[in-house]
């Protein structure tokens, strides 16, 4: 019997509705709308498209977006003061810095130098800290695992006591899922590229969640019967046949998985539109500390 389709495209929609509804209500009692600053440095392809669909979603739920490119030879100092002039700015709520940066840029001290109350992608070493830690919770979850979990409630998982495998340890994806799947008390295996017999830990998991970057990689004989299999993976690949030349797949290998898993996102149309629900959802609360005072 084949999986059940987790539909991300339907639960970001309407997450965005209630981000629309939340932001109108905001704005009309407070005066306050908020508001997201994307910083892109160089000419990256993929991530000035990425850049744009974030403004876009941006716009259409009424949030502020403050677009700041700056050229790939740009300095860390330069870097550093746009990001410093953002965290003074009360118009904006949440910074975004697209990742990858140029090498010759320190990445972690530019992501560790935006605001904590303003680290929408959950990227601040505070925030990491707090999600590691028992009993702590970060004012901000990294918003790819964060999606991935929500997805993972709508299709009805039960966390407690289940065997969680992540594949991949990225400080984007990988490990930040495995914390948030520690705190629902699941036991947690995260692989890499030295673990061994790779597809007999996989079949051991009633929750896998795939974010290697290799396109097609998790078999059928991979999964346990009636998983829970998240895909965060998106892999260009060749296809003649295809308009373009080419298509998109995730880590997964759907259509052979689909007849193994209970439940299987789709990639794309899976990972990807929750990942920008969830930055929403975390400008807009960046709002909400302010008006809370908490900031």
């Known amino acids: 019997m084949s999986a059940t389709l987790i539909d991300g495209k339907a639960v970001a929609a309407r997450i965005r509705e209630q981000i629309a509804t939340d932001v109108a209500r905001m704005e009309a009692e407070h005066g306050v709308r908020p508001g997201l600053a994307a910083v ?25 977006s403050f677009g700041h490119n700056l050229p790939a030879d740009a300095t860390q100092e330069e870097v550093e003061r746009l990001v410093g002039e953002l965290n003074a700015d009360p118009q904006v709520h949440g910074i975004l810095v697209q990742l990858p940066l140029p090498k010759h840029l320190d990445e972690e001290r530019i992501l560790s130098m935006i ?15 707090r999600l590691a830690m028992k009993g702590r919770d970060p004012l901000f979850i990294p918003c790819t695992p964060h999606g991935a979990m929500v997805l993972l409630e709508e299709a009805g998982a039960t966390f407690e006591g289940a065997n969680a495998v992540v594949l991949g340890r990225s400080n984007i994806v990988g490990l930040p899922a495995a914390l948030l799947l520690i705190h629902r008390n699941a036991t947690v295996t995260v692989c890499h590229s030295r673990t061994k017999d790779l597809p ?31 895909d965060v993976g998106s892999n260009q690949v060749d296809d003649p046949a295809s308009e373009k030349g080419y298509r998109w797949v995730g880590d997964v290998a759907f259509d052979e998985v689909k007849e193994v898993a209970g439940a299987l996102t789709p990639s794309p149309g899976g990972v990807g539109p929750m990942t920008i629900a969830m930055l929403l959802k975390n400008t807009l609360r960046g709002a909400e500390l302010v008006l809370s005072g908490q900031v």
Do not use: T
């Open 40 to 64: 892109l440095v160089g000419d990256n392809p993929a991530s000035q498209s990425y850049v744009r669909m974030k403004r876009k979603a941006c716009d259409q739920v009424g949030i502020a």
């Open 200 to 230: 007999a830990v996989c079949r051991e998991a009633d929750i896998l969640i795939a974010a290697v970057g290799r396109p097609e990689m998790v078999k059928a004989d991979w999964v346990k019967p009636g998983a829970y299999v998240i």
């Open 115 to 129: 605001s904590l109350h303003k680290d929408v992608d959950g990227f601040h070493p505070v925030n990491i800290g």
